[in-house]
T-cell receptor, first 114, second 112 residues
Framework: SAVISQKPSRDICQRGTSLTIQCQVD?????MFWYRQQPGQSLTLIAT?????????ESGFVIDKFPISRPNLTFSTLTVSNMSPEDSSIYLC???????????FGPGTRLTVT | QKEVEQDPGPLSVPEGAIVSLNCTYS??????FMWYRQYSRKGPELLMY??SSGNKEDGRFTAQVDKSSKYISLFIRDSQPSDSATYLC????????????WGLGTSLAVNP
C-alpha cells in the first residue's frame, strides 16, 4: 500500500481564482490519478499523471482548466483554474503502485467556490 | 447502460446482521475487482482486491466474483456500527491503463 497526503484539506475560494492542490506519496510510484467527487456521487477521473510525460485527461476535462504537474515519483499538483461554483467538489489523488491494479487514495481536498 | 451498476441504497441493517452488497458489470473483459469503503469526509479505503472469479476472505469481509454472471458481491458478517459508510465497487482490465470503472456506491447504515 501507500500513504498519501493532500494539501489543503479544504478551502473556500472566490469565483475566478485558482487553487493548487498538492499530493504527496510516501513511496515512489509511476502512476498517479486525480479524481473529482461531487457530494453523494461516485468518483470521476479527471486525469492520469505519469512522471516524465504529459497528463492524460478524460473526456470533459481540459488542461487549461485543470493543469497538472508531476515533477517526480512522489509528488503531483492539480490546479483548478478560473473557478466557478460548479467546481465545488472533493478532489482526490490516488496512486497505483506495483504491478497490481488497485489504487490507494489520499484524504481529499474539499473545495467550495463562492 | 452503465459499465458498472450498483444500487445506491441506502441500506439500513441492525448490528450483527450479515450485509450483502452487489454490483453488476457489462464488459466481460474486466478481470480485476475492488471494493472500497468511504467514510463521510474521507478518501476511499481499499477493502478487497480480487482477480477473476472466486472468493476472497479477510476477517469479517468476503468478496465474491462470478464472471459468468458478471456479478460481484461483498459480504460483511457480524456487521458493526463502525461499518456504516459508503461502499464502492470498481473494476478494470489489463491494458486499460489502470483506469478504474466505478459503481455509484451503496450507503450502508448499521444500527446499534
Amino acid at each position: 500500500s501507500a500513504v498519501i497526503s493532500q494539501k489543503p484539506s479544504r478551502d473556500i475560494c472566490q469565483r475566478g481564482t485558482s487553487l493548487t492542490i498538492q499530493c504527496q506519496v510516501d513511496s515512489q510510484v509511476t502512476m498517479m490519478f486525480w479524481y473529482r467527487q461531487q457530494p453523494g456521487q461516485s468518483l470521476t477521473l479527471i486525469a492520469t499523471a505519469n512522471q516524465g510525460s504529459e497528463a492524460t485527461y478524460e473526456s470533459g476535462f481540459v488542461i487549461d482548466k485543470f493543469p497538472i504537474s508531476r515533477p517526480n515519483l512522489t509528488f503531483s499538483t492539480l490546479t483548478v483554474s478560473n473557478m466557478s461554483p460548479e467546481d465545488s467538489s472533493i478532489y482526490l489523488c490516488s496512486v497505483s503502485p506495483g504491478i497490481s491494479y488497485e489504487q490507494y487514495f489520499g484524504p481529499g481536498t474539499r473545495l467550495t467556490v463562492t | 447502460q452503465k459499465e458498472v451498476e450498483q444500487d445506491p441504497g441506502p441500506l439500513s441493517v441492525p448490528e450483527g446482521a450479515i450485509v450483502s452488497l452487489n454490483c453488476t458489470y457489462s464488459n466481460s473483459a474486466f478481470q480485476y475487482f475492488m471494493w472500497y469503503r468511504q467514510y463521510s469526509r474521507k478518501g476511499p479505503e481499499l477493502l478487497m482486491y480480487t482477480y477473476s472469479s472466486g472468493n476472497k476472505e479477510d476477517g469479517r469481509f468476503t468478496a465474491q466474483v462470478d464472471k459468468s454472471s458478471k456479478y460481484i458481491s461483498l459480504f460483511i458478517r457480524d456487521s458493526q456500527p463502525s461499518d456504516s459508510a459508503t461502499y464502492l465497487c470498481a473494476t478494470t482490465n489489463a491494458g486499460n491503463n489502470r483506469k478504474l470503472i466505478w459503481g455509484l456506491g451503496t450507503s450502508l447504515a448499521v444500527n446499534p
